[in-house]
């Protein structure tokens, strides 16, 4: 009799993902959705070969150590910074993410919130379902201009090129972005954008949407300075992960009126949110749901559970974050 491998599955996921999981492996799977703290994760764990995750379980180096028989955790997102993709590496774990799949979605999204925040949507919103709409003004809840206006893009990934497109095709906006690499001159051309220095690009934009990946490096990348250095006018919108803007510094350049209004679906700490951001008005808070299209999130499901299946049935995986585990020799391999 063939024993299948065992995996587990750490949050709730389509019913239809786990039936698929269910052909090749031995699924134990959280579909109550239970909190697990770090110590639980590490006893369910234990003898599983392999291990889906949502971007917010944190597989450390401790977790692999006590975890001798996992080969492999795939993320469903595209965002990994919740693996030690070096400590992964060391032991010969294969971490693999979910990209390509969300990018118009998530796109979307941060246009979403990029005009939400700039033409005063949901303030606007709030005060007419408190019943303060009396009267009709010339200037109520005037916001900024979004078409035409100059759109700021720090990081250029995927992402980052699908929002440049919106922008320059659909909105006839000059785009600006930063990045740790430049764009080929083609490329560039495609999206309509143009590279700049990182202190240009919060001089010049008049909306800047943050798509860059978080790292120590990424920390706090917009932090007081940076913001000092923004328009006045200006909307921040942030798509990208929490720690990469300084919330409370954000929350006092909205508060005092160095920044017109932000977006943000990503925080420091989430799901807590900064006090002081929660009581201000022109930022528009959404929980961590860029991706959130029923379609998109199957899609994303899906490939996390075939990069599990490629990789535990066929020593191959769709998207892997650290390829050299695939071409360890034999007895470097962790075993099942
Ligand atoms: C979402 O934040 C993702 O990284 O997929």
Redesign the pocket.
């Known amino acids: 009799m063939i024993v299948k491998p065992e995996v587990l599955v750490t949050r709730a996921v389509f019913p239809e993902v786990i039936a698929r999981l269910s052909e090749h492996f031995q699924v134990d799977s959280n579909q109550s959705d239970e909190t697990w703290n770090k110590a639980e994760l590490i006893e369910r764990l234990q003898g599983k070969a392999g291990v889906f995750t949502t971007?917010s379980e944190r597989i450390d180096a401790d977790v692999l150590a006590a975890c001798p028989r996992l080969q492999i955790c795939a993320n469903?997102?595209?965002?990994?910074n919740n693996f030690d993709l070096d400590a992964m590496t060391d032991q010969g774990v294969l971490g693999t993410?979910?990209p390509d799949v969300?990018t118009q979605t998530?796109a979307d999204f941060g246009f979403a919130l990029l005009l939400a925040a700039a033409r005063r949507v949901c303030e606007s919103e709030h005060y007419l379902r408190a019943g303060q709409w009396r009267r009709w003004r010339y200037d109520m809840f005037a916001g900024a201009e979004v078409h035409g206006s100059t759109l700021g893009i720090l990081g250029m990934g995927r992402i980052g090129q699908a929002i440049a497109k919106r922008g320059a095709m659909g909105f006839d906006m000059p785009v600006v972005y930063h990045n740790r690499s430049r764009l080929t001159p083609e490329i560039e051309a495609i999206c309509g954008a143009r590279y700049v220095s990182k202190e240009e690009l919060l001089r010049t934009a008049d909306h800047l949407v943050l798509v860059l990946p978080y790292s120590h490096q990424s920390h706090h990348a917009i932090g007081a300075s940076e913001l000092d250095q923004m328009k006045a006018s200006a909307t921040l919108v942030n798509i990208a992960?929490g720690g990469i803007v300084d919330d409370a510094a954000l929350a006092d350049a909205l508060r005092h009126g160095r920044l017109a209004a932000a977006g943000l679906d990503?925080f420091e700490g989430e799901p807590t949110v900064h006090p002081a951001l929660l009581a201000l008005k022109n930022v528009v808070l959404t929980p961590?749901i860029?991706?959130a299209t029923m379609p998109t999130r199957m899609t994303?499901a899906i490939l996390a559970a075939d990069n599990l299946i490629g990789f535990l049935t066929a020593g191959q995986a769709i998207a892997p974050l650290n390829p050299q585990v695939l071409s360890l020799p034999q007895h470097a391999q962790r075993k099942g």
């Not at 469903?76 to 990994?80: H, K, N, R």
């Open positions: 971007g469903m997102a595209v965002g990994y993410n979910a969300l998530t992960r990503v961590h860029a991706s994303m």
